[in-house]
């Protein structure tokens, strides 16, 4: 079966018409927020070479692994609760399918840390095998939260069954995403952030340029998370029949 981009992205469209304000409380609170709170208390080292990089991107992650980690798993709260509200035809609240998504959570963060180490060690073999396998794994959550999936290397094995013949297409779609979004957040960055340095600097409010443009690069973060969940919620009916109802839900 061939995946269709434009039927896939014309189901994300729908979905986040319908659903646009559940998205949005969720979004809010599980996505804007938390990385707000790490760009405030813990930004990410920048400048210097390549390997100057890397040791002050290490340094950064020692220092602040448990405030990242706080984070990283808010998110993980977040983007189950995206899923849920996309793939559950039952229409739940907010407050179900925040519960439902800490119900999942040991499983989805387990899954996530075995498929790391699996795209990881394809990208370790040529980069090429890497990619790869991120198109082949990227509809995991869609399993986990559609299939009420819990051991981490059923959903793995799964997810390789739902996506097989499918990756470079999956990859391919996703890349268009993350490139349209990468495009975006450089020159809202550039623009606006030239305009919030003049602001500081003409009007001497110590910072308040720095906040703005801080809460602009997690609004962005925040809507490309959930148009990339809500993708892939799409991508996911797209390649699994479609059930009633979600089990375990």
Do not use: C
């Not at 040991?106 to 991120?134: H, Q, R």
């Not at 809460?215 to 390649?239: D, H």
């Amino acid at each position: 079966m061939k995946i269709s981009f434009s039927g896939v992205w014309d189901e994300t469209v729908r979905l986040l018409r319908t659903n646009a304000s559940l998205f949005f409380a969720i979004a809010g609170v599980f996505l804007f927020l938390p990385t707000l709170v790490s760009g405030y208390f813990a930004p990410e080292p920048t400048g210097g070479g390549e390997a100057a990089t890397l040791a002050a991107f290490l340094a950064h992650v020692r220092e602040n692994w448990l405030l990242l980690l706080v984070v990283n798993l808010i998110g993980f709260v977040g983007n189950l609760a995206l899923l849920i509200l996309a793939l559950d035809e039952g229409r739940p609240t907010v407050g179900r399918a925040i519960g439902a998504a800490f119900i999942l959570l040991p499983f989805y963060f387990f899954a996530s840390f075995f498929s790391g180490i699996i795209i990881g060690i394809g990208i370790m073999a040529l980069i090429v095998p890497g990619l790869y396998l991120m198109g082949r794994l990227a509809p995991m959550g869609p399993v986990i939260v559609a299939e009420n999936r819990r051991s981490p290397f059923d959903v793995i094995r799964r997810t390789f069954a739902v996506t097989k013949g499918h990756g470079w297409a999956i990859l391919g779609l996703i890349m268009i995403v993350v490139l349209t979004f990468w495009i975006v957040s450089i020159a809202a960055t550039a623009v606006f952030g030239s305009i919030f340095l003049l602001l500081d600097r003409s009007a001497g409010t110590g910072g308040l340029g720095a906040m703005l443009l801080l809460l602009l690069q997690a609004a962005i973060v925040a809507a490309f998370n959930t148009v990339l969940m809500v993708l892939l919620a799409s991508l996911y009916r797209r390649l699994v029949p479609r059930e009633p109802g979600i089990n375990g839900i």
